[in-house]
Nanobody, 127 residues
Framework: QLQLVESGGGLVQPGGSLRLSCVVS????????VAWFRQAPGQEREGVSC???????LYPDSVKGRFTIVRDNAKNTVYLQMNSLKPEDTGVYYC?????????????????????WGQGTQVTVSP
C-alpha cells in the first residue's frame, strides 16, 4: 500500500526557513512524479513545486527563487526547502504523487493529476 508521510512543518518568523520532508513507502520513488501543494484557510489548494522522474522542476512565480524541491530516490524521500518565508506562505502543505512523469509543462500538473496524497503538515509564518 503506497503511503506518503510529510514532516517538518512548524512555526517560523518571516524571513526564516523550513525544510519539509515527504517519505514514500510501498512503492519506489524513482518511478513517480511528486509535487507539493498548500492550502490556506478559505482558499483553494495551490501547487508550489513539482519534480518529475528526470528531476525537472517547476515553481509558480509566488515561490520561485525561495523554494527548492529535491528528490532522493535512494531514501524514497522528497524535500521542500523553503527560504525567505512570508506570512502568505502559511497553510497546510501536502505531498502528492503519481506513477509516471510529465513533460513539456510550463506549470505543475493540476491536483487532479495526482493519485496519492499525504496527510499534510502545518506551516505557520508569523512574527
Amino acid at each position: 500500500q503506497l503511503q506518503l508521510v510529510e514532516s517538518g512543518g512548524g512555526l517560523v518568523q518571516p524571513g526564516g526557513s523550513l525544510r519539509l520532508s515527504c517519505v514514500v513507502s510501498g512503492f519506489t520513488l524513482e518511478r513517480m512524479s511528486v509535487a507539493w501543494f498548500r492550502q490556506a484557510p478559505g482558499q483553494e489548494r495551490e501547487g508550489v513545486s513539482c519534480i518529475n522522474i528526470d528531476g525537472n522542476t517547476l515553481y509558480p512565480d509566488s515561490v520561485k527563487g525561495r523554494f527548492t524541491i529535491v528528490r532522493d530516490n535512494a531514501k524514497n524521500t522528497v524535500y521542500l526547502q523553503m527560504n525567505s518565508l512570508k506570512p502568505e506562505d502559511t497553510g497546510v502543505y501536502y505531498c502528492a504523487s503519481f506513477t509516471g512523469s510529465w513533460y513539456y509543462h510550463l506549470q505543475c500538473p493540476a491536483a487532479d493529476r495526482f493519485d496519492y496524497w499525504g496527510q499534510g503538515t502545518q506551516v505557520t509564518v508569523s512574527p
